[in-house]
């Protein structure tokens, strides 16, 4: 399955690049050719990683309504028990007033000082146990968070080992990222491409190719950086340099994921 990484990161100035040009990478073609196991690997290593974090939420969750039963089952046995005491030391304190009209007004008395601090004991209660489920959904969803901030992670590293094999074992891979390269620029009539030593043989090889693409082209100067290891790859112009190596397009791949991670 053919998927996008968009555009080429833009080191100097002006109107270098076109309005959003998509370089198309055949992910199915990586996998097939030389990650097929090390991708495997990572599927298993996602699922264990997806798997134990939902256990662990699941555990939390299971946790946090114990807790939170147990509070509001404390809160009315200490509103049955405050109302129960008032009732009684109500009834007594008007039973010393008058007998008759103490059982009405202890039971009256009893009942509304009963019910005001029950009320306040439970409410109290009920509101402890609220922040006790809140704390523990926190750290549920937090726990979650973690584990997709792993597997990102896990993402990231096998697209890297994966597109580093394909660097090392297909030598045009440079040719076609400078071709695409090419196609996201402004011409110019002077091209000047600086790769590693390693890539050096293979792009001066294809200067004809590289030069039938970009048409209005009149010279192209090839260099070697001894700072560049191989994939690594500049495309410099009158107007200004585009970096289109290997380490830009994984660098496109992990602010992608992060961006969205980061909205979600």
């Given at each position: 399955?053919?998927?996008?990484?968009?555009?080429?990161?833009?080191?100097?100035?002006?109107?270098?690049?076109?309005?959003?040009?998509?370089?198309?990478?055949?992910?199915?073609?990586?996998?097939?050719?030389?990650?097929?196991?090390?991708?495997?690997?990572?599927?298993?290593?996602?699922?264990?990683?997806?798997?134990?974090?939902?256990?662990?939420?699941?555990?939390?969750l299971e946790d946090a309504y114990f807790k939170f039963e147990e509070k509001l089952n404390e809160a009315?046995?200490?509103?049955?028990?405050?109302?129960?005491?008032?009732?009684?030391?109500?009834?007594?304190?008007?039973?010393?007033?008058?007998?008759?009209?103490?059982?009405?007004?202890?039971?009256?008395?009893?009942?509304?000082?009963?019910?005001?601090?029950?009320?306040?004991?439970?409410?109290?209660?009920?509101?402890?146990?609220?922040?006790?489920?809140?704390?523990?959904?926190?750290?549920?969803?937090?726990?979650?968070?973690?584990?997709?901030?792993?597997?990102?992670?896990?993402?990231?590293?096998?697209?890297?080992?994966?597109?580093?094999?394909?660097?090392?074992?297909?030598?045009?891979?440079?040719?076609?990222?400078?071709?695409?390269?090419?196609?996201?620029?402004?011409?110019?009539?002077?091209?000047?491409?600086?790769?590693?030593?390693?890539?050096?043989?293979?792009?001066?090889?294809?200067?004809?190719?590289?030069?039938?693409?970009?048409?209005?082209?009149?010279?192209?100067?090839?260099?070697?950086?001894?700072?560049?290891?191989?994939?690594?790859?500049?495309?410099?112009?009158?107007?200004?340099?585009?970096?289109?190596?290997?380490?830009?397009?994984?660098?496109?791949?992990?602010?992608?994921?992060?961006?969205?991670?980061?909205?979600?």
């Amino acid at each position: 399955m053919s998927k996008i990484i968009k555009s080429f990161r833009i080191i100097e100035k002006d109107t270098l690049i076109k309005e959003e040009k998509q370089l198309d990478i055949n992910y199915a073609e990586l996998e097939s050719d030389v990650g097929s196991a090390i991708l495997t690997e990572a599927r298993h290593q996602s699922v264990k990683i997806l798997s134990d974090a939902n256990e662990g939420a699941k555990k939390i969750l299971e946790d946090a309504y114990f807790k939170f039963e147990e509070k509001l089952n404390e809160a009315q046995e200490n509103a049955k028990e405050i109302f129960h005491n008032a009732k009684i030391e109500g009834h007594k304190e008007g039973y010393n007033v008058g007998y008759e009209d103490g059982k009405i007004q202890g039971h009256s008395e009893g009942y509304e000082i009963g019910y005001e601090e029950g009320k306040k004991a439970s409410e109290k209660l009920i509101k402890e146990a609220l922040e006790i489920k809140n704390e523990y959904i926190e750290i549920r969803n937090n726990s979650l968070k973690k584990a997709e901030e792993d597997v990102i992670k896990l993402v990231i590293q096998i697209y890297e080992k994966v597109f580093y094999q394909k660097v090392e074992e297909d030598e045009e891979l440079i040719v076609s990222l400078v071709l695409n390269g090419i196609d996201n620029l402004e011409i110019s009539e002077k091209l000047i491409i600086i790769v590693s030593e390693k890539d050096y043989e293979t792009i001066k090889k294809s200067k004809d190719i590289i030069l039938a693409k970009a048409s209005l082209i009149d010279e192209l100067d090839i260099r070697v950086s001894s700072d560049m290891k191989k994939g690594d790859c500049m495309i410099e112009t009158s107007m200004g340099s585009v970096d289109v190596g290997v380490n830009t397009q994984l660098q496109e791949v992990e602010d992608l994921l992060k961006n969205i991670l980061s909205n979600e």
